[in-house]
């Protein structure tokens, strides 16, 4: 009693939540409490869903629930959205352009500067589209690609100081965006920086895409996930207008948080045809109510901003939660959708991103495809590709060449 005591009075003389001070992540599966997940393919009387026209009907249903209780709702988009060129450079290989999207709504406006890597031998190309975490100018090594000028974490290593990005970053991604292999293998490559979308700190909802909208929120508002899904979804929007770009195949990924943005915005918007989740953890492919390494209660109190008020309310009540995760990959069916995972990032729980896929796979099979192949966790650096994919190779948190490698083999094998 006298230390809940003292451990009280440290919180809140420190002014850290309680919650954070007393969190400690579970990393053995032995521990993992019992639970029992919703079953993907019922209705919420528990009647099993036989057909594809039922499941589309429940489907629906799923996704009011993550809006509602998750994720938040995002705006229907009533703007405008202009296109200017900022830099084009064309080698033997490929175009490489910068594009300023401007979203204009009422007398606001926001801008996205898009990255495309067009392969020269390749028209209408298949594109892999994605958020990026430090700014186009990481991605290449051109002069000409602007260095972002939005709000950035400080970074030593890229030079990013007082929360924005410098020079010294320019061309120090290009390894886990490796551009040119992507474009010798014929497809395309689009990034923008998140940032530009939705800064990622609590600011209140001030800026950022969320900016141009009214802000009356209440609990099932968009948070920062919802906003930078929804960002992508405008560059769908300018993707679907390019000759050069088969509109068809357009595979939406992203690493960590930017893979629970792609995952939601795969959700959300159907043109996106596959979707790659790398690393996406808790509040992506991961199950919640494993409770292994990172939780519900623990992402909603390090980053408040991401996700909707509402989902809060299940902080440390993960089986209260009336969805887990298996039911929003679903939801993706029938596009295929791979999820990466890394051995050593147990803080997103490679088995719980694994078996989120598994549950998901008999709404794949209503669709006669096949998900996972296997219920049996594969081995590191054997991945197992159905119209579910999934890898987990050695290494930690990351997107890594091996990460891209997987995904050029799984759109090869579904678009070619
Ligand atoms: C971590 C967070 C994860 C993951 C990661 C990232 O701090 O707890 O959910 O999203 O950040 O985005 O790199």
Not at 215 to 236: F, I, K, P, T, Y
Request: glycine share 8%; aromatic share 12%; charged share 25%.
């Amino acid at each position: 009693m006298k230390i809940l005591y003292l451990f009280l009075i440290i919180c809140f003389s420190s002014n850290i939540p309680a919650y954070s001070q007393a969190f400690v992540p579970n990393y053995d599966e032995a521990k993992i409490p019992f639970y029992t997940l919703p079953n993907v393919i019922a209705f919420e009387d528990g009647s099993i869903i036989t057909n594809v026209a039922d499941w589309e009907k429940r489907r629906a249903e799923i996704l009011g629930v993550f809006s509602k209780e998750v994720y938040g709702t995002s705006p229907e988009w009533d703007g405008e959205i202009t296109a200017t060129e900022v830099s084009s450079v064309a080698t033997d290989k490929f175009i490489r352009k910068e594009i300023k999207l401007s979203l204009h709504r009422k007398s606001k406006k926001v801008d996205l500067y898009v990255l495309l890597f067009l392969p020269r031998q390749q028209t209408p190309a298949p594109i892999f589209l994605g958020l990026n975490f430090y700014g186009n100018q990481t991605l290449s090594d051109g002069a000409n690609v602007l260095v972002t000028q939005s709000w950035i974490r400080d970074n030593n290593d890229l030079g990013s100081e007082n929360n924005r990005a410098s020079e010294k970053s320019r061309g120090m991604r290009t390894a886990n965006w490796p551009a040119e292999d992507i474009v010798e293998k014929g497809y395309g490559l689009a990034s923008l920086y998140y940032g530009d979308v939705d800064p990622d700190f609590d600011d209140g909802f001030q800026n950022g895409v969320h900016a141009l909208y009214d802000q009356e929120r209440d609990e099932s508002s968009w948070g920062s996930v919802a906003a930078w899904a929804w960002g992508l979804s405008r560059v769908m929007d300018y993707l679907v207008t390019l000759p050069e770009v088969d509109a068809d195949k357009v595979a939406v990924l992203g690493h960590s948080r930017l893979g629970k943005a792609a995952i939601w915005a795969g959700a959300t918007d159907q043109r996106f045809s596959m979707i790659i989740s790398n690393n996406s953890g808790c509040g992506g492919a991961a199950l919640s109510r494993r409770r292994f390494g990172e939780t519900v209660g623990r992402i909603n109190t390090s980053f408040p901003h991401w996700f909707s008020e509402s989902f809060r309310q299940y902080n440390r009540r993960e089986d209260e939660l009336p969805v887990d995760q298996h039911q929003l990959l679903a939801t993706l069916a029938p596009r295929p959708l791979y999820i990466a995972s890394g051995e050593d990032d147990k803080w997103a729980d490679p088995r719980g991103e694994f078996l989120g896929g598994v549950e998901a796979s008999p709404v794949y099979e209503l669709y006669q495809k096949t998900g996972i192949p296997t219920t049996e966790f594969p081995p590191v650096n054997q991945p197992v590709m159905g119209h579910i994919g999934y890898h987990i190779r050695n290494g930690g948190h990351g997107l890594l060449g091996y990460d891209w490698q997987q995904f050029l083999k799984f759109a090869d094998m579904h678009w070619r």
